[in-house]
């Protein structure tokens, strides 16, 4: 896709991608099923990095790799593929997708967070009050029961909530790297780092793993996990956030939540109890509250400079 000039297909871009990945937070327990957690990572950005060689290519204008461009690639793939990728899978394994979903809605007040913390911004009173929406509703998950399927331990919760601190650190990183780099070349180098982190680990898992007691329908759910994950989402969200400030991109992730927990709900069976529910409408109030604090959209739809103080 050419450099997008009408910010609704950058809306478009981003919505689109984070349902894909709130769709797929859901769709992953079925594959815990049948890969341990090393093993399903490793394959899967193995898969995408074959399908992503003709995206190593610099592209035409693109100036050289430096030094510290180099290094929020690797901050990127580290926190926002690996880290993310292994406290998500881990998470799920202690919870359900509906609880995970819930958490998740915290990732705008995180990225306030994070933004105050390295790009130096301030935080409003809205997004004071979202975040404190977003803890209560994560609170009340200690109370809550996974429809039958046995309550979410404390381990659970702090992985799924590590998880959301590196998908914003994601947000923030990402905004600096599409000041000089294509979504596509993005998307495939923080593949590439991603798949040199999991690997001595998936090589562990794969020795002792029987690859033939997975069905064709996991192998064929592999490879669309691998295809969204690692390329689909990544390119769709850098290809919108190059357009658009990353405080409005916040906006968009409203709908990771919402995909993660109707994937719970129509596709695996999970129930939603009365505090369920209640810690959802809190944590939507506050992604409402967070990502209408900000200003005016940017008029200015390229991508954004670097600021004094970003990252690293």
């Known amino acids: 896709m050419p450099h997008l000039r ?54 035409a204008g693109e100036l050289p790799l430096d030094r510290r461009t180099r290094i929020l690639l690797f901050l990127e793939s580290f926190i926002g593929n690996f880290l993310f990728s292994i406290c998500l ?39 004071r009050i979202a975040i404190a929406c977003g803890v209560a509703g994560i609170g009340l998950l200690a109370f809550a029961r996974d429809g039958g399927q046995g309550s979410t331990d404390r381990l659970g919760a702090l992985l799924l909530l590590a998880a959301m601190l590196c ?11 599409t000041a ?39 192998w064929l759910g592999l490879f669309a996990y691998a295809a969204a994950a690692s390329i689909l989402t990544v390119w769709l969200w850098m290809q919108g956030l190059r357009q658009v400030p990353a405080a409005q991109a916040g ?14 709900l129509l596709v695996l069976g999970e129930q939603a109890g009365s505090l369920h529910l209640a810690a959802y409408g ?20 390229g991508p954004a400079p670097t600021k004094p103080g970003a990252l690293p």
């Open 6 to 59: 009408n910010p609704w297909l950058a809306y478009a871009c981003l919505a689109l991608s984070t349902s894909v990945v709130g769709s797929y937070i859901g769709l992953s327990k079925l594959l815990l099923s049948a890969f341990p957690v090393f093993l399903l990572a490793w394959l899967r950005f193995g898969s995408a990095a074959v399908l992503m060689l003709p995206w190593l290519r610099k592209e």
């Open 89 to 127: 899978l881990f998470g799920l394994q202690h919870s359900s997708a509906l609880v995970a979903g819930v958490i998740m809605a915290g990732i705008p007040a995180a990225v306030a967070l994070l933004s105050r913390i390295f790009l130096r911004e301030r935080i409003l009173p809205r997004v």
């Open 167 to 177: 998908e914003a650190a994601y947000v923030v990183i990402g905004k600096q790297l």
């Open 180 to 218: 000089s780099l294509s979504p596509r070349r993005i998307s495939a180098l923080i593949n590439g780092w991603g798949l040199v982190l999991v690997t001595p680990l998936g090589l562990w898992q794969a020795a002792s793993f029987d690859f033939g007691t997975p069905s064709l329908g996991h």
């Open 251 to 264: 906006v968009f992730m409203v709908f990771l939540p919402l995909a993660t927990g109707l994937v719970g």
């Open 282 to 301: 809190l944590a939507l109030l506050g992604v409402l509250l967070a990502t209408t604090a900000h200003g005016p959209a940017n008029k200015s739809y």
